[in-house]
């Protein structure tokens, strides 16, 4: 408000002074041009040649826009297509995390005709599908992936493999995330390790899956809570494999280190000792499972 002020009382001020200045300026000017003559006031002819200038202007502005004017339409509907497939895509989220599958792959198919984060729209609505337990069509938008986005290789993979696990076929999503891992750079995200030991876990490869529990850092984003459980589980299934044989049983279960005997995998190990014959081996094992409960 200020500033306009200050403006307004800017030009006011010159307004007063030019008006002053033509009111006390006598002089005249003469165009002669052949046999014609033109003679004018001073003052006219600056009137005349400042508005001849300012239309000028004005006209040389409406040319430019003008000539402009096609490009213009074309960033304008350009730019209304990108806010249209931005809506329609943050809808399609939306409406994922709210659960609403089937509208949540109705946006994203709109975003993907909008061609906004086409390879994005692709992963929300093969999630989406998930959701509906319809692999036939997850399978249909996770193949368009790569075709809009190829930087989404690896995105599609992991989310493949994530689904493959869901449906329990655990040895094509092994060899997904083998794929993954080229494609991805490391260190390896925390969805595709745990979905590879959820893989492992499935394919009852107990000593992999011990092997990798044990490689992983706190920095690898998987919890201490799942990490734990599949150490468990993969020692209950090696216990169980060794049930026949039970030398070979309590020779492994005393060898677990301390850290990984859990109450609960003590429990479960008791009650395998307990529907086995008697022996000195299973007096070890036995012997072992109630210094473990003690400390």
Excluded at 84 to 96: M, P, T, V, Y
Aim: aromatic residues 6%; contains cysteine; glycine residues 4%.
């Amino acid at each position: 408000m200020r500033r306009w002020l200050i403006w307004g009382l800017a030009l006011a001020t010159l307004a007063v002074v030019i008006a002053n200045l033509m009111a006390h300026n006598n002089g005249y000017a003469i165009i002669v041009l052949s046999t014609w003559r033109i003679e004018m006031s001073l003052n006219f002819l600056v009137l005349a040649m400042v508005t001849t200038l300012i239309a000028g202007a004005v006209l040389l502005k409406l040319i430019q826009g003008v000539v402009r004017l096609p490009a213009s339409l074309v960033r304008y509907r350009v730019l209304r297509r990108q806010r249209k497939g931005e809506q329609a895509f943050l809808s399609s989220l939306r409406l994922l995390l709210e659960g609403h599958f089937e509208a949540s792959i109705k946006a994203a198919e709109r975003a993907r005709k909008l061609g906004f984060a086409s390879g994005y729209a692709d992963l929300l609505a093969a999630r989406a599908a998930q959701g509906l337990d319809d692999a036939d069509r997850a399978a249909v938008w996770l193949g368009r992936v790569e075709s809009d986005d190829t930087s989404l290789v690896a995105a599609r993979l992991e989310q493949e493999a994530e689904m493959l696990v869901a449906r329990r076929q655990y040895e094509p999503a092994l060899q997904v995330l083998e794929l993954a891992k080229r494609q991805a750079r490391p260190p390896a995200s925390t969805a595709a390790l745990r979905s590879e030991l959820r893989a492992l876990l499935g394919t009852e490869r107990w000593e992999d899956v011990l092997v990798q529990v044990r490689d992983l850092r706190p920095r690898d984003g998987l919890s201490q809570t799942f990490l734990a459980s599949c150490r468990r589980q993969a020692h209950l299934g090696n216990l169980r494999h060794y049930r026949s044989d039970q030398q070979r049983f309590s020779m492994y279960l005393t060898q677990i280190p301390h850290q990984e005997c859990d109450a609960d995998l003590l429990d479960a190990a008791d009650a395998m000792l307990s529907r086995m014959v008697a022996d000195p081996w299973t007096s070890k094992a036995r012997a072992f499972i109630d210094a473990r409960r003690v400390r």
